[in-house]
């Protein structure tokens, strides 16, 4: 179980993970060493999963859907590993109710996407039994409310949107940070033939400029134990739509938040120690929205392909 130094780091990890092991001693109010030891014991433990940059793939020219489907039980495994081997997929794991597994779909646009998603599931058209696919946006995580606290949310102001072409050591950066955000630019300078220094101005102008969102830790939810269930609410009413987006957002059990281009329909995450509060939750939404309808739900299980960009829109 975790303590509350545990819980302090993480916080602090989550925040932004390529914060020094000198400043999350701080927060912490611990040595150095212990931090390093508690960081990677829970890296050994599972709890983090990996560090994460967050970054805005429609800056490298991508856009991204959602793929939920279930498959049979005798090819789940092999459909894994074939997924595993895509370097366009992100973001994949196993789910316990209607849909079986779930994962990011990435592309240069739209056509793309769905050329790639139909290539997936002609290749196993035969033990698919059923499927949904949507492309979605403003995917929020406020993974900070495990821990009883919520920061504001990143957002893209006008001094991003300014020009900055980025080169293929930019996209190099941008890749290695995607896999570890917590990599140095020394470690950085002995995989790409440029100085510490330079790396670190580049890494600079990278976050300036938009590129790069956020950097933050990716937590495994049911080594901290809690059970996080992922829901499917519509609302045709589109003034109640944004009143229950703005709901989902500050209340303190919804760390996942995504909305979908063209559909009617919000998902959201609920975590909690106990499955029957997520009950108590879902009655507290629905006397405050009444219209709305919850279409689909499942409980999320294991992630077997980390969030992040995945490798192709680094190409």
């Known amino acids: 179980m975790l303590d509350k130094i545990d819980e302090k780091i993480l916080l602090a990890l989550i925040n932004n993970s390529r914060n020094s092991i000198t400043s999350i001693a701080k927060k912490a109010r611990i040595s150095r060493d212990v931090t390093n030891y508690r960081i990677n014991r829970m890296l050994k433990k599972g709890i983090i999963r990996n560090f994460i940059t967050e970054i805005d793939i429609?800056?490298?020219?991508?856009?991204?859907?959602?793929?939920?489907?279930?498959?049979?039980?005798?090819?789940?495994?092999?459909?894994?590993?074939?997924?595993?081997?895509?370097?366009?997929?992100?973001?994949?794991?196993?789910?316990?109710?209607?849909?079986?597994?779930?994962?990011?779909?990435?592309?240069?646009?739209?056509?793309?996407?769905?050329k790639k998603t139909q290539m997936i599931l002609r290749k196993y058209k035969d033990h698919i039994t059923n499927h949904q696919f949507a492309f979605y946006k403003n995917t929020k995580f406020f993974t900070e409310k495990y821990f009883g606290h919520f920061e504001t949310t990143f957002s893209k102001s006008e001094t991003y949107k300014k020009s900055y072409k980025i080169d293929k050591y930019d996209k190099l950066i941008l890749k290695k940070l995607s896999k570890n955000a917590r990599i140095t630019s020394v470690e950085l300078s002995k995989q790409i033939p440029i100085t510490p220094p330079a790396i670190s101005q580049?890494?600079?102008?990278?976050?300036?400029?938009?590129?790069?969102?956020?950097?933050?830790?990716?937590?495994?939810?049911?080594?901290?134990?809690?059970?996080?269930?992922?829901?499917?609410?519509?609302?045709?009413?589109?003034?109640?739509?944004?009143k229950l987006y703005e709901f989902l957002e500050s209340h303190p059990k919804?760390?996942?938040?995504?909305?979908?281009?063209?559909?009617?329909?919000?998902?959201?995450?609920?975590?909690?120690?106990?499955p029957y509060e997520i009950r108590t939750i879902l009655q507290e939404i629905k006397e405050l929205f009444p219209d709305n309808k919850i279409v689909d739900f499942f409980l999320t299980q294991e992630d077997f392909i980390s969030y992040g960009a995945p490798d192709c829109v680094f190409q």
């Open 58 to 114: 429609e800056k490298l020219g991508y856009t991204s859907a959602l793929l939920f489907l279930s498959i049979k039980a005798d090819t789940e495994k092999e459909f894994i590993q074939y997924i595993n081997k895509l370097d366009f997929v992100s973001w994949a794991g196993t789910h316990l109710g209607f849909w079986s597994l779930g994962m990011a779909i990435y592309g240069k646009n739209n056509d793309e996407v769905e």
């Open 202 to 242: 580049r890494i600079s102008k990278l976050k300036k400029y938009g590129y790069i969102l956020k950097y933050s830790a990716y937590i495994n939810v049911f080594k901290i134990g809690m059970y996080q269930f992922i829901f499917f609410i519509t609302n045709r009413n589109l003034d109640d739509r944004v």
């Open 254 to 274: 919804v760390p996942l938040l995504l909305d979908y281009i063209g559909d009617p329909f919000i998902e959201f995450g609920i975590f909690a120690k106990n």
